[in-house]
């Protein structure tokens, strides 16, 4: 793609620009909608916009290597990880909107606004000239320049990074083990355990309706009313069924029957 | 397109994924934002990278990434053990050893 982009004729110069404004608005837009929308799971999915428009703007400046290695290592494997600690511990953990410390949000904008013009004169000042004509390393032979200078001028950071990763992994290692304080229990204590509880059998499963049929949805007892044992509690605690036309288990009977909630027919199951 | 303009983009993403570490109290999202902020140094790096007609930038661009890697893999890990004690990703209650 670099090779293609850095031929130098006017035509590329003007696609390159083009291309320049268009990811760049992108970002700032993404970037932006990232830290305001309220669930992490949008942030995450903004970060990835970004990512990947900055490697984009890689491979136009002639760092094809980088711009794999960023669609592999961060939106592929960061950004998963991000999603997959997202999954564990907290889909249900948008913001709050309260602020905890007075006047926190002005403070961090006016904050912002000074660091921005401080960078921005630093920058203005810098007098930044024009790019170096593109050579070899930034097209076919970038990946051979590349490890030429990790393997000789940068060999000892690059050892380093090795120990630092080797040392991450142990790090995440210790710190996501979990020991087992009591000693797991027999098949014959969880008999026993279920006999004492009363109840038998499993939980019932989540309500099969004639026109609807979810997880969330309670399970109906013989005399009319549902069962909260049916749906997990995990539903709710990690707040799944807040979304649009969600209908708390209490009410879901009645709901139905009048045709509310996510049923696609008004006629709903009340006869059923 | 002048390295300056990379520059100039770099800045700004920076200072949003700062202003997002500062506002934002969710422990994953200020995680996110500095994983911005390092994308927004390894984009100057390139840019500085292209201005010089050298290789070295891009070096120091594939260093950062693998410490972000690292950064991510253990932070994350701190998460999770705080989320196991706390029940909470939010920074604000994660304060044991407040005065």
Redesign the interface.
Known sequence: MSGVLAAGTNADVIA??TL?WIL?VI??AA??A??LVRR?VH??IM?AV??LC?AT??A????P??AF??II??TG??LM??LF??M???IS????IVE?IKG??L???L??IG??VL??LG?GHAA????????A??GPT?LT??ST??FT??VF??EV?GA??I???L??MV??Y?ERTTPRPTQRELAARRLSSGQLAPDPSPGVYALHDAADRPALLPDGSTSDLSVSPVLSQRAVTEGPGFVPPEETVEITAEGGGREIAPSGRADS | MSPVHYVALAVILFVIGGVGVLVRRNAIVIFMCIELMLNACNLAFVAFASLHGNLDGQVIAFFVMVVAAAEVVVGLAILMSIYRARRSASVDDANLLKY
């Open positions: 390159r620009e320049f760049a970002s700032v970037a932006l990232m830290i992490a942030c995450a970060l970004v990512m900055l703007m890689y136009m400046q002639g760092a290597f980088l290695v960023q290592v961060y494997a960061v990880l991000f600690v997202l564990l511990i907290g953990s948008g913001d709050s905890t926190q949000r403070a961090a904008g904050a912002a660091f921005l960078l921005a920058i930044i000239g024009p790019a170096a004509r593109p050579t390393a930034n970038n320049g590349l200078l990790i001028t940068y950071p690059f990074t630092l990763l040392t991450a992994a790090g995440a710190l996501a979990r």
